[in-house]
């Protein structure tokens, strides 16, 4: 990877966890590598069982063509009828480093080997990296998908009591299993553009260690297709962020599944040129860590994905990863193996007409879903909602400041029933009944037979001491996310709902 800007690289392990500073290095991972000191080395140290005891020959798998020929490979594949390509890879003697006109072998990917994944998995991996993100000398280390990324960066730059920085509104998963770490989450206002700069500074120049405990160290957050709010960070931005992060010395966690799903009313192509630039595009520091998941370009049970990160904390995470999950399955290294580097394969360039080809398909989604929802929801007067730059939901504001029973609380009392959020009692204190509107409208919806995400749901879980501000978030719940990664055919039906059920509890004063 490129490796030019490293020069002036600051010390950075002062961000390790204590957990990670006494974790040893897995003694039999160690022998395991020193076997790969001579590659005629003859290894009688470790129970690897041979290929030859796997009650396995050959897998196959058979994926969309995107060669040139085929206009839009998304589009094509639709039809049940149309052509496929196959790729498979058996067991076999060549040995797996050598990529040859031969498929992969499969007896690699299939035996125990080191926690970063097979050898030609880390190849796929960095190859697919360098291409979109070409980041300044980083490694790459594979995941089971980016919330067990997510959970790894945790564990290497958190201790209970820590202080983390995220977007106000959260995908709530790793915001809920942060908290039984013993993490604190500090909100960063987001506006339409996503998180705002200019408050990440105040939290953090304001910031007083005395009543607050530590100073954060971490920012975690979705530049792209924000989830829930569907916000994506310009360039700018992403550039202030980036200053702030390396003045307040702040490790980015940067979780971006959604950045193949950037959309372009242009209908320009050249993917990455027309995308966003990532953080660990631009990391001159060390200082991103970059979660990448399989998810949302090939499929999400695949589990697969990987971290970008530097040598430091990749050789921290390696360690812990190798004394516990050890990698994900042979199954999918092998599938994205073959996908990026065998014969057979899509290739790099391949991936991305693939890509280029399904994020138009998420834009029509998009474009379909935002014309129903502005026919049967947005008419209604009671909601609104603007469709995302990237991602795949619509955050659909409630318009509870005019419903007959909206009432402003006669007082900010520091009561913890008053606000709730994620079930974790905050005692800030709010001046809306948002909450109880929030949870009769949602009601009134499953009711009506239709499901809708409730903005509580991601609210990240503060403690009130660290978040002062005269505009509780409790105050901004008047949203619910919807998306359109669904089917098509359920579109119309389920927004015709919301709009009745609205129009029903706007005219009920009781
Ligand atoms: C922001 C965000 N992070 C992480 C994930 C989890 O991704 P994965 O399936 O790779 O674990 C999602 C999934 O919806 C997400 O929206």
């Excluded at 990749?314 to 014969?343: C, D, K, R, T």
């Amino acid at each position: 990877m490129n490796i030019a800007m490293t020069m002036s690289k600051p010390d950075l392990r002062h961000h390790l966890s204590s957990e990670v500073l006494s974790r040893k290095e897995n003694p039999m991972k160690v022998v395991q590598r020193l076997s790969m000191r001579n590659s005629n080395m003859i290894s009688l140290a470790n129970g690897d069982p041979h290929f030859s005891l796997y009650p396995i020959r050959k897998v196959k798998f058979e994926v969309a063509p995107v060669s040139d020929e085929v206009e839009d490979p998304f589009m094509s594949w639709q039809n049940p009828n149309s052509p496929s390509i196959s790729f498979s890879s058996s067991r076999s003697d060549i040995s797996s480093k050598s990529l040859s006109s031969e498929s992969i072998p499969l007896n690699a990917a299939l035996q125990y080997h080191g926690g970063t994944g097979s050898d030609v998995f880390v190849h796929a991996m960095e190859e697919l990296t360098n291409y979109y993100h070409n980041p300044p000398n980083h490694k790459c280390l594979n995941t089971l998908g980016n919330m067990d990324g997510i959970v790894k960066c945790f564990r290497l730059l958190a201790n209970p009591g820590d202080n983390i920085l995220a977007d106000e509104f959260a995908f709530g998963p790793p915001t809920n299993a942060a908290l039984s770490q013993g993490i604190n989450w500090v909100p960063v206002r987001i506006d339409k553009g996503g998180l705002i700069p200019s408050d990440l500074e105040k939290v953090l120049s304001d910031w007083d260690e005395e009543t607050k405990g530590r100073k954060p160290r971490v920012l975690y957050t979705v530049p792209c297709g924000q989830n829930p709010t569907g916000c994506t960070l310009n360039l700018q931005r992403r550039k202030e962020i980036y200053a702030i992060a390396c003045k307040y010395d702040l490790v980015i966690i940067e979780d971006d599944p959604y950045y193949f799903l950037q959309y372009s009313d242009s209908d320009g192509d050249a993917v990455p040129s027309n995308l966003m630039p990532s953080f660990v595009s631009m990391d001159t520091e060390g200082r991103v860590i970059r979660v990448e998941s399989c998810s949302k370009t090939i499929a999400p049970g695949m589990r697969l994905g990987w971290v970008v990160c530097s040598p430091m904390f990749y050789e921290h995470m390696l360690h812990l990863v190798e004394s516990s999950a050890q990698f994900s399955h042979g199954f999918g290294q092998i599938f994205l193996s073959e996908m990026i580097l065998g014969p057979q394969g899509w290739g790099v360039l391949g991936f991305d007409r693939w890509v280029q080809s399904l994020r138009k398909e998420y834009q029509r989604r998009r474009d379909h879903f935002q014309v129903i929802f502005d026919h049967e929801v947005a008419s209604t007067g009671y909601a609104s909602a603007e469709a995302p730059e990237a991602g795949m939901f619509l955050w659909i504001r409630i318009h509870l400041d005019e419903h007959p029973r909206f009432k402003l609380l006669p007082s900010r009392t520091a009561d913890s029933k008053n606000g709730l959020i994620q079930g974790v009692p905050t005692i800030y204190g709010r001046k809306t009944n948002f909450l109880e509107l929030m949870d009769e409208f949602f009601e009134n919806c499953l009711n009506a037979g239709v499901v809708l995400t409730p903005s509580s749901v991601f609210a990240l879980p503060y403690e009130s001491s660290l978040f002062n501000t005269d505009d509780p978030l409790e105050d901004r719940i008047n949203y619910v996310r919807a998306t359109f990664a669904g089917p098509y055919e359920t579109m119309e039906p389920g927004l015709k709902i919301v709009g009745q059920v609205l129009r029903d509890f706007f005219s009920s004063n009781e």
